[in-house]
Every structure is written in C-alpha cells, then in structure tokens.
C-alpha cells in the first residue's frame, strides 16, 4: 500500500511532478539548459524575495551548508544550535578544519536575539549560521528578530539554513539581509530529494574570494563565476532530471499564490498545534513552533512505533522523536502540497486508533 507521509521530508510528490522528472535529457552545456536554469533562477528569486543570484547543487541541503561555512570563512564561524540540524552545522565546519564556536539552545526553544548580538559583539566571528526551522524540535526562529541585531555587525556573513520552511513560509531574504540563503527540494517545495538551492550575495563572493582552501564541489565562488561565465552553466554535471520538475513546480507555487501557500500552511499548523495541545502537547515553545511541522511531545507515554505501525495499515505515516527524543516525542508534517482536510483525516485516525 502507497502511505500517505506525514513526515519532514520527504514528502508526497505529485503525479504531475513526478512526470516531469522523466523528461527526455538534454544536453547539460546547451543552450536548452542555460534558459532551464535560468527559469529556475527567476522564479526562484520570486519565492525567495530576492535579487542575489541563484544557484543549484545536485546534493542535498547539506552539502550547500557545508558549502556555505567553508567557502565563505575567513576567521571563525558562530553557529547557532536548536536541535540536529544545527549541530550538523557545527561539525561539518570542525570538519573541514574552519575554526567555529556552538552555540545551543535547550531543544524546544529558540535562539534568541541576545544570544546572538552577545555573540557577535565579541567581533571574533566573520561568519554566523541560523537554523530557520528545526525539524527535530518542531521550532520556527524568530528570524525578522535576529536579523535586525545581525544587521548591526555589516561585516558577518549571514547563512540560513532555510531547508524545512522555504516555500511553506515567508523568507524576505533581501529585508532580512541573508546573504546565503539554502533549502532543498525534498520538503516544503513538494519534489524528490536530490537536488538543493541557494540565494548568494556579493558580499558573500567577495568574502570567498578570500578563503583559500573552498573544497573541490561545494566551492561557491567556484559555481558562482561558472554560472556568470558561461551563462547559468554549472562546473559539474547536474539533475536536468530535479531541474525539469522544479522549473514546472515553481509555476504551480506561483500560480498558487505565495500568500496563499503561506495561508495554507499556517492553517495546518494550527490545526495540528491545537490537537497537540488537547490530546498530548506540545514539545516545542508554542510561540516559536514551527508551520511547517509539529513536534509532539509523548505525554501518554504510547509507543510512536506502534502507532506508525497501525496508521500504515490506513495508509499514513508520521515520524517517530530524532535521535535522543525517539519515543518521547513523534512527529507530524505540514508541508509542500498537503491540503488541511488530509491533515484532519490523519488526526481523525490518530484519534481512532488510541481512542482518545
């Protein structure tokens, strides 16, 4: 049986999209690719409310934030940790031998913007990295809030791992001054994961310009002069595949409506916040949780496994608590092209297999 995924990527692909993916291949150096990618760009500009420039990567949203941190530090980098994902961050910059600092939020809550301005007063740091939205923890950052102290020290790089909420919430990329910004297409943007996408600035190549060691495949500077040199050209092969799908896509979200999509979103997490509140509660901080998905906090002690196992048997499946918070919490997606009536009959069925 065909599950219906309730789960923080990826998610459910539709018919039409999934076709897409199989259209006939072109060549990756012609003219037809260049005006694919290009397309892309415009449009992804659109959804990012930006004029920075455009670029693709055939990798995961990790390899962009691998990407990000290590092209673009010169002294030392501040991450800033809500859950997994932020500490993803962290060791992919230790990993690659850039010099970085974590620092971690309580999961459930939020980095603060005092956390942030004490950070940054320090003027140790020329690179800062911010999770938008933690799927671990259910927590939505207070973005426009730390933007505006990030705004006070105009030489930091900004990154922002926007990888579970562009596309299902508004990310003014240019008002909040980002100047890398990364998602991928597995989750809120409603494609097959593959294939991740992000927003950089000018003062962001100019910082990689003066980093010497960038790595090999996740060199910004290296894909940025490639797509201005030889007109939205890439230095490695890329998904024409993911390109093809996300291009057709994009003009399904546009011709939605951005605020529309946004609207129907923050409807479902609503729905969902209030279920969790009445039948078990909430993991994260009310005012910081997320519209994208919900983390729930096991207070009836269930077994998630259990449960996963009887709602495959109606054709659904939520997740399990990340990691540590594996049976303490589960999981319930929001995202990409899920309507708030699925997400009631999901609720609905909950409801019926614990009798609550």
């Avoid at 004029?51 to 691998?66: A, D, F, P, R, V």
């Avoid at 299902?168 to 409603?190: A, F, P, R």
């Avoid at 000018?202 to 002069?225: N, P, T």
């Amino acid at each position: 049986m065909q599950k219906k995924l309730f789960i923080p990527g990826p998610v459910d692909v539709s018919e039409d999209v999934l076709k897409k993916m199989s259209t006939s291949m072109i060549g990756h150096r012609s003219k037809e690719a260049s005006d694919l990618q290009r397309s892309i760009s415009q449009k992804m500009m659109q959804l990012m409310y930006t004029k920075n420039q455009i670029m693709l990567s055939t990798s995961s949203g990790s390899g962009l934030m691998e990407g990000a941190v290590r092209s673009c530090t010169q002294k030392r980098a501040a991450v800033f940790s809500i859950g997994a994902f932020g500490d993803r961050w962290y060791k992919m910059a230790t990993s690659n031998g850039v010099a970085a600092d974590k620092f971690s939020s309580e999961w459930g809550n939020p980095t603060t913007p005092e956390m942030v301005d004490t950070a940054l007063s320090t003027q140790k740091y020329d690179l800062i990295t911010i999770t938008h939205n933690e799927t671990s923890t259910g927590i939505m950052n207070p973005i426009d809030e730390i933007a505006e102290v990030v705004k006070k020290y105009p030489d930091v790089i900004f990154c922002l791992d926007t990888v579970s909420s562009l596309g299902g919430t508004k990310i003014e990329v240019d008002k909040l001054g980002v100047d890398i910004c990364i998602t991928s297409t597995q989750k809120c943007l409603g494609l097959p994961p593959g294939m991740s996408i992000c927003s950089i600035s000018e003062k962001a190549i100019e910082a990689a310009k003066k980093v010497e060691h960038r790595g090999y495949y996740f060199d910004l500077l290296a894909m940025y002069e490639c797509i201005k040199k030889k007109d939205h050209q890439y230095p490695s092969t890329p998904s024409l595949s993911h390109m093809f799908a996300l291009d057709y896509q994009l003009d399904k979200i546009l011709e939605e409506g951005l605020d529309n999509r946004f609207a129907r979103h923050k409807e479902m997490a609503k729905y969902v916040r209030k279920w969790a509140q009445e039948k078990f509660s909430l993991f994260a901080n009310e005012k910081y949780a997320s519209n994208t998905l919900t983390t729930v906090k096991n207070s009836k002690n269930i077994s998630v496994a259990d449960l996963n196992q009887k709602l495959g048997e109606y054709g659904y499946t939520i997740s399990n608590g990340y990691g540590d918070l594996k049976e303490k919490t589960f999981r319930i997606a929001h995202m990409a092209e899920t309507t708030l009536n699925e997400v009631k009959e999901l609720l609905s069925t909950i409801d019926k297999i614990l009798n609550l």
